[in-house]
């Protein structure tokens, strides 16, 4: 049973540990992809961010069940075997390197603690995700359907040709419109809405939650949140989760701006931003998820966001995956048999880390114990932990000495390959040309106008900020909204209403088309007429305030700061699109993919089919019964060895240096453009 927990928790706690660097390769491509350097739409955008995040729960899970598949999970009590609690790559990694050839990290304590974490982690996220599903419900229950908009979104909904019956209500349980359903989805508005948004802009609102029904965005969410749940541990997925955010409200807003007037659509989103005080995670709302986020987007609406790349986070970018790809290579990282091990560089690690204290020469020892135990000193064979044995490279056969030279010298080839003039060349060439756009992108005429628009902004914001008026009658509106709401929930208002439509036959779910009907206009003014005062009186202020939102958010003033800013951009593009620039962007992307490619030449394809191949072999020998007869037979002549201690390794003599080997040759990068 120790065993299997054991097992278990190093399953685990490699494939989390695994899953840090896995995800992070999977996010720096995306970025790179996203740069712009290769203009894609906001919805190809999204399904890239999207696909990353599935990639990398995947590749989570399939790593999961590679490392399990590395164990036998049959025990017996008298006959454990080499394969039994040692994945197949550490038995290749410590044979194809003595232990002087590795630095190792004792993991194996900690490993328990990483899989508790990580089950402790996943139930709390999972009770999250259920809460906020719970949630959702509730609100939809204690909302009730708006006929008059009811008919409107029909109208929207043919206009986007969508086929499905979406429905709308009304709640004072949230601040700004969102959408909730996949079979039957509900748009959700809060009952102040009207009273700060002209009929206009909370048309292009519904259109942005219609184009989220249009793309199915609710069932993606939901996934989304699921996947957040299994890797709730990795910083990199939320940054993942971040971009597929941005990328969905990006591509809702481009299908709200090809139906409505941007101006509009930016001012609604202004204004309902000041409302909101909740945030939903498994609804979609209007203003995103991010409020920090929708000066951006109003920005990009209004055709005034930058379009060039940010070169310097492209170079960084760039600049990590490359190191990353190299470090991979040079350090051959390995986790298994409860411990971390990287590849030592000689000399430049040794020098550093070298022991100074360490005498010159060592005293002979002399020995007390037998010879038999002499000789198991000799080997490299550790047993520890009561059952649990574990095989590294203690017994010293010559078929397992021999590959691991062989794969040792594989190793070098790959390592001499990725240390190349030309692959330091292209490195070279990348970082000149992300200094020369960088360089051009801080010059003084862009610094004016980006600190100018940012200026402009910033005003805009602080006419809808916390202490200004438009934020005081959202306020009221808000207060006003709720009170109106209870009378309307209340009781006596329900059943004062169903007394009056059994009186004059109005049905309960009416949709507004008999509005011009005499009757129907005797039981609006019977109902207005029973409706208390103070009600009627809060009503008429509301649409005072709301027409004095609307008179500020109107005003000459804001729109020449708005048209000031669309000037401002459309300077900045002019800048940006510099010929010489763009011919340095192709150049960037032509040596990122020359150096993407580094590694899939025929050469280096060669080496990694040899390594396999080598591998597969050593596989095969060390599951063999014969490779396993030597083993037991070598337990049972050195039966006094002391088996929880690590054995003293002999000192290895120096080898000579190797002979230099002729550079790999690789395909040459174009010049970089005239500067």
Same mark, same amino acid.
């Given at each position: 049973?120790?065993?299997?927990?054991?097992?278990?928790?190093?399953?685990?706690?490699?494939?989390?540990?695994?899953?840090?660097?896995?995800?992070?390769?999977?996010?720096?491509?995306?970025?790179?992809?996203?740069?712009?350097?290769?203009?894609?739409?906001?919805?190809?955008?999204?399904?890239?961010?999207?696909?990353?995040?599935?990639?990398?729960?995947?590749?989570?899970?399939?790593?999961?069940?590679?490392?399990?598949?590395?164990?036998?999970?049959?025990?017996?009590?008298?006959?454990?075997?080499?394969?039994?609690?040692?994945?197949?790559?550490?038995?290749?990694?410590?044979?194809?390197?003595?232990?002087?050839?590795?630095?190792?990290?004792?993991?194996?304590?900690?490993?328990?603690?990483?899989?508790?974490?990580?089950?402790?982690?996943?139930?709390?996220?999972?009770?999250?995700?259920?809460?906020?599903?719970?949630q959702i419900r509730q609100v939809k229950r204690t909302s009730r359907q708006d006929t008059f908009w009811?008919?409107?979104?029909?109208?929207?909904?043919?206009?986007?040709?969508?086929?499905?019956?979406?429905?709308?209500?009304?709640?004072?349980?949230?601040?700004?419109?969102?959408?909730?359903?996949?079979?039957?989805?509900?748009?959700?508005?809060?009952?102040?809405?009207?009273?700060?948004?002209?009929?206009?802009?909370?048309?292009?609102?519904?259109?942005?939650?219609?184009?989220?029904?249009?793309?199915?965005?609710?069932?993606?969410?939901?996934?989304?949140?699921?996947?957040?749940?299994?890797?709730?541990?990795?910083?990199?997925?939320?940054?993942?989760?971040?971009?597929?955010?941005?990328?969905?409200?990006?591509?809702?807003?481009?299908?709200?701006?090809?139906?409505?007037?941007?101006?509009?659509?930016?001012?609604?989103?202004?204004?309902?931003?000041?409302?909101?005080?909740?945030?939903?995670?498994?609804?979609?709302?209007?203003?995103?998820?991010?409020?920090?986020?929708?000066?951006?987007?109003?920005?990009?609406?209004?055709?005034?966001?930058?379009?060039?790349?940010?070169?310097?986070?492209?170079?960084?970018?760039?600049?990590?995956?490359?190191?990353?790809?190299?470090?991979?290579?040079?350090?051959?990282?390995?986790?298994?048999?409860?411990?971390?091990?990287?590849?030592?560089?000689?000399?430049?690690?040794?020098?550093?880390?070298?022991?100074?204290?360490?005498?010159?020469?060592?005293?002979?020892?002399?020995?007390?114990?037998?010879?038999?135990?002499?000789?198991?000193?000799?080997?490299?064979?550790?047993?520890?932990?009561?059952?649990?044995?574990?095989?590294?490279?203690?017994?010293?056969?010559?078929?397992?000495?021999?590959?691991?030279?062989?794969?040792?010298?594989?190793?070098?080839?790959?390592?001499?390959?990725?240390?190349?003039?030309?692959?330091?060349?292209?490195?070279?060439?990348?970082?000149?040309?992300?200094?020369?756009?960088?360089?051009?992108?801080?010059?003084?005429?862009?610094?004016?106008?980006?600190?100018?628009?940012?200026?402009?902004?910033?005003?805009?914001?602080?006419?809808?900020?916390?202490?200004?008026?438009?934020?005081?009658?959202?306020?009221?509106?808000?207060?006003?909204?709720?009170?109106?709401?209870?009378?309307?929930?209340?009781?006596?208002?329900?059943?004062?209403?169903?007394?009056?439509?059994?009186?004059?036959?109005?049905?309960?779910?009416?949709?507004?088309?008999?509005?011009?009907?005499?009757?129907?206009?005797?039981?609006?003014?019977?109902?207005?007429?029973?409706?208390?005062?103070?009600?009627?009186?809060?009503?008429?202020? $509301?649409? *005072? &305030? +709301?027409? %004095? =939102? @609307?008179?500020?958010?109107?005003?000459?003033?804001? /729109?020449?700061?708005? !048209?000031? #800013?669309?000037?401002?951009?459309?300077?900045?593009?002019?800048?940006?699109?510099?010929?010489?620039?763009?011919?340095?962007?192709?150049? $960037?992307? *032509? &040596? +990122?993919? %020359? =150096? @993407?490619?580094?590694?899939?030449?025929?050469?280096? /394809?060669?080496?990694? !089919?040899? #390594?396999?191949?080598?591998?597969?072999?050593?596989?095969?020998?060390?599951?063999?019964?014969?490779?396993?007869?030597?083993?037991?037979?070598?337990? *049972?002549?050195?039966?006094?060895?002391?088996?929880?201690?690590?054995?003293?390794?002999?000192?290895?003599?120096?080898?000579?240096?190797?002979?230099?080997?002729?550079?790999?040759?690789?395909?040459?990068?174009?010049?970089?453009?005239?500067?």
């Amino acid at each position: 049973m120790a065993t299997l927990v054991h097992n278990l928790s190093e399953v685990f706690a490699v494939s989390i540990i695994h899953s840090l660097w896995q995800v992070l390769l999977i996010y720096l491509v995306v970025r790179l992809l996203l740069a712009d350097l290769i203009k894609f739409s906001a919805a190809v955008k999204h399904h890239i961010s999207l696909g990353a995040m599935f990639t990398a729960c995947l590749w989570f899970i399939y790593t999961l069940f590679d490392e399990a598949s590395a164990y036998s999970w049959h025990f017996t009590a008298h006959a454990p075997t080499v394969a039994q609690h040692l994945p197949l790559i550490e038995v290749l990694k410590k044979a194809a390197a003595t232990d002087d050839s590795r630095y190792e990290v004792i993991l194996d304590r900690y490993l328990p603690y990483i899989s508790i974490a990580y089950v402790t982690g996943l139930l709390f996220q999972s009770l999250k995700l259920i809460f906020a599903w719970l949630q959702i419900r509730q609100v939809k229950r204690t909302s009730r359907q708006d006929t008059f908009w009811q008919e409107r979104i029909q109208q929207l909904s043919a206009l986007l040709n969508i086929k499905k019956l979406v429905a709308i209500s009304i709640t004072d349980k949230i601040d700004v419109p969102c959408i909730i359903g996949y079979l039957k989805p509900v748009i959700l508005i809060p009952i102040s809405l009207t009273t700060y948004l002209s009929v206009k802009e909370v048309e292009a609102i519904l259109l942005h939650e219609l184009a989220h029904v249009k793309r199915n965005d609710y069932l993606i969410n939901l996934l989304q949140q699921v996947v957040m749940v299994i890797l709730f541990f990795n910083p990199f997925i939320y940054l993942i989760n971040r971009l597929i955010n941005r990328e969905r409200e990006h591509s809702c807003d481009d299908m709200v701006v090809n139906q409505s007037a941007p101006l509009i659509y930016a001012q609604a989103l202004l204004k309902i931003e000041q409302n909101n005080h909740q945030q939903w995670q498994l609804a979609l709302a209007a203003d995103g998820k991010n409020k920090f986020h929708l000066f951006n987007r109003i920005e990009r609406i209004m055709k005034t966001k930058r379009p060039t790349p940010n070169v310097k986070h492209i170079v960084m970018a760039l600049s990590i995956l490359t190191i990353t790809a190299i470090s991979v290579s040079w350090f051959s990282p390995a986790i298994g048999n409860g411990r971390f091990s990287v590849k030592k560089l000689k000399p430049v690690i040794e020098n550093l880390l070298a022991d100074t204290t360490k005498p010159t020469a060592k005293a002979p020892k002399s020995s007390t114990k037998s010879k038999s135990v002499a000789a198991s000193r000799e080997g490299k064979h550790i047993i520890t932990g009561g059952h649990s044995y574990y095989y590294t490279d203690g017994y010293n056969d010559p078929k397992l000495e021999a590959w691991g030279k062989q794969m040792e010298k594989y190793g070098k080839e790959m390592e001499q390959y990725y240390n190349s003039a030309s692959f330091k060349e292209m490195s070279k060439q990348m970082e000149k040309m992300g200094k020369d756009m960088e360089n051009y992108y801080n010059n003084p005429d862009i610094k004016r106008l980006t600190d100018e628009q940012a200026a402009l902004g910033a005003e805009i914001g602080k006419a809808y900020g916390e202490n200004s008026d438009i934020s005081k009658y959202g306020e009221k509106l808000g207060e006003m909204g709720s009170k109106i709401g209870a009378y309307f929930d209340s009781e006596e208002f329900k059943t004062m209403n169903s007394r009056l439509r059994k009186k004059y036959g109005i049905s309960e779910f009416h949709n507004g088309a008999e509005k011009n009907d005499a009757n129907f206009q005797k039981y609006q003014d019977e109902l207005k007429s029973h409706i208390p005062a103070e009600i009627n009186a809060t009503t008429d202020e $509301m649409k *005072k &305030l +709301g027409d %004095q =939102m @609307r008179q500020r958010t109107e005003s000459p003033e804001l /729109k020449a700061k708005t !048209e000031r #800013m669309r000037t401002l951009g459309d300077s900045m593009r002019k800048l940006y699109n510099n010929d010489q620039m763009k011919a340095k962007e192709v150049y $960037m992307r *032509k &040596l +990122g993919e %020359q =150096m @993407r490619l580094y590694a899939d030449n025929k050469q280096m /394809k060669q080496l990694k !089919e040899q #390594m396999k191949q080598l591998g597969e072999q050593m596989r095969t020998y060390t599951q063999s019964p014969e490779f396993k007869r030597k083993l037991e037979q070598w337990h *049972k002549e050195h039966p006094e060895a002391e088996w929880d201690e690590r054995p003293e390794l002999p000192e290895v003599p120096e080898k000579p240096e190797q002979p230099e080997k002729p550079e790999v040759s690789i395909p040459t990068p174009p010049g970089p453009p005239a500067q």
